[in-house]
């Protein structure tokens, strides 16, 4: 008897968990308490190697042990390791980490779908108007929110397919050397796609609701993503800065150049934006309410990858 009222009770909380799910909504509110942790000053910019990217590291760790994500090897959320002679500009660099968590796949558990961003920046400058810091609010704090409610939303979800793997990088800004440690630890063929987000925080050149992917012609990925948003207000674009390079530019790279179809998402106006590596760019800057609308984008355009309906195609090699 008791055995059948526990079993009763386990039943109603599945229902009471999966009725949540259904419900589950990408909230301003939610976006800015992560962000503005991120991007405060008391964190000094996030600098890689100093005590402010340390502590939001730890920060970010603490959100995703929160969540319920698992850690990677060691127990641990944090991987660490060191810069190489010639990768800083003191020798042997100091230990930097990257933030991990994984959300083991129902019945594809070797293949994985990667959701990153960086939240490194730029540290503390010369003061201009009585501002020093850097506070990165959109470049990358923004896509690194992004990064911490998706775990949120498929951690309540719970019914990822293949294996989601939540990054968020150390580095990106003096070299890109979180992402590389990063793909060393993985066998690039065993990642199906990897949705990595950057600069998300202002409106795009299209305006609400829109943003664009960074070498959409090189897989059929972003294809994929716009399918899956049919029907609803938002669209994805192909990138409009070819020029740029933006596909080269940012932690999808590493992976891309290894043959995973990896991409970057992003809002910014390559040719206008504002407040790009300058001490203003902070929250108040930034549309909260579109940022939701395309953190919400991003998980449903992932939706048949994830499930493993769909298999994007592979990133031609570099030769
Ligand atoms: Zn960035």
Redesign the pocket.
Known sequence: MLKAAISFLLISFHFIASAQAKSIVFEAKEAEKIIKVLAADSMQGRKAGTQGCEKAALFIASEFQHIGLQPIAGGQFLQTFNLKPGQSLSGEGPKLNNVVGILPGKTKPGEFVIFSA?FDHLGVGVPENGDSIYNGAN??AAGTTAVIMLAQYFKQLANNDRTLVFAAFTA??IGGFGSQYFSKQFDPAKVVAMFNI??IGTTSKWGKNTAYITGFEKTDMGKIMQKNLKGTAFSFYPDPYPEQQLFYR?DNATLARLGVPAHTISTAKMDDEKYYHSVEDEVETLDLNNMVQIIKAIAESSRTIIAGNDTPTRVPALK
């Open positions: 960086h470049d990358d990106e800004e950057e600069m940012s």
